[in-house]
């Protein structure tokens, strides 16, 4: 039994290893060579954060976080929609995802997150609706919460918030950091898996197209992915619990016009969660899109525009009930 352990400790080991290689000869761009013509390199002072900005500099402006693993491409779709609708529709790439400046300390706590966020908000002198997905709507609400003075209103689309999360530990395995470039080489980077991850997370399969597909693996080519992916899986695997957006009663002294958008299909963050979340904020309404999963924006396009025209408009009539 011992040595039969041990072979597949090795053979482990070795699939590893060969994995590891194998990113490293795939992961050789720049962020010059790869990202979009019409992307922006904002200097900040946490560093260079990366967006799409599109439609009149004057309209009113909105702020798209996207979910783990994708990055502000993958909202094109929404921005061009709420461009031609009249609005400034800005997404940003939150590190390691995307372009952004990765940090050298490998710091992507969600309190750190959120400086972030404030960071751009400031260089860019920008009071938005926030548009919070999935992961990233962590750190978004965690900026709102410490600066609501800063936001015209919150939308959170089914957001992986860790409400009442405990502190844990991390996984044995997985505290090593080339362990954890081990499993992250063999499934977040891998190209050969982002169809079966993404599809993993929807519920409209014909979702995963191989358009959508080319999106999420677009910034995976640039150098040390791998390794900086690695870096940022502890703040997946334990939410933040020293953050305001951890806690109830964070969002039951929130006030700010919030809404919520949620798919009844989601099994990544159930419906429930969304439930909960919506009625601890005062004034708060959740739309929920029947036949929808996580990621509503690309498996019912038509549907979440719809739902989110209604909720900007719902923010808009919101009385602030602040004393």
């Given amino acids: 039994m011992g040595l039969a352990v041990l072979w597949l400790l090795l053979a482990a080991l070795m699939i590893g290893i060969g994995f590891l290689g194998a990113a490293v000869l795939r992961e050789t761009d720049s962020v010059e060579a790869l990202r979009p013509e019409d992307g922006q390199l904002i200097a900040t002072e946490q560093g260079a954060l990366h967006v799409l900005d599109l439609g009149p500099q004057d309209g009113p402006v909105l702020l798209f976080l996207h979910g783990a693993g994708a990055w502000a491409g993958l909202w094109r779709p929404v921005l061009q929609d709420m461009a ?14 995307g372009f952004s400046e990765r940090d050298p300390a490998g710091d992507y706590s969600r309190t750190r997150q959120a400086e972030r966020i404030l960071a751009l908000l400031k260089a860019l002198d920008i009071r938005p609706v926030l548009v919070g997905h999935s992961f990233g709507a962590g750190p978004g609400v965690e900026a709102v919460m410490r600066a609501p003075e800063r936001f015209a209103g919150l939308i959170v689309v089914d957001g992986a918030l860790g409400i009442g999360s405990q502190a844990s530990e991390l996984p044995v395995p997985l505290r090593p950091q080339v362990l954890r470039e081990a499993a992250v080489s063999m499934t977040a980077t891998n190209p050969l898996l982002t169809r079966r991850l993404l599809l993993s997370l929807i519920h409209v399969e014909a979702a995963a197209t191989d358009e959508v597909v080319a999106v999420l693996q677009l910034p995976m080519r640039l150098s040390g992915s791998t390794a900086a992916f690695a870096a940022w899986l502890p703040a997946l695997l334990r939410p933040g619990v020293d953050a305001r957006s951890t806690r109830a009663e964070s969002y039951r002294a929130l006030c700010l016009p919030t809404m919520f958008i949620w798919g009844e299909q989601d099994t990544v963050t159930p419906l429930d969660q969304g439930r909960q979340a919506a009625a601890l904020v005062s004034g708060a309404e959740l739309i929920a899109l029947p036949g929808v999963g996580h990621i509503p924006q690309i498996e019912a396009p038509k549907a979440f525009q719809d ?17």
């Fill in 84 to 97: 031609a609708a009249g609005y400034r529709a800005i997404a940003l790439d939150t590190p390691p995802f």
């Fill in 307 to 323: 739902a989110l025209t209604a909720a900007l408009g719902k923010l808009r009539d919101a009385q602030s009930t602040c004393g």
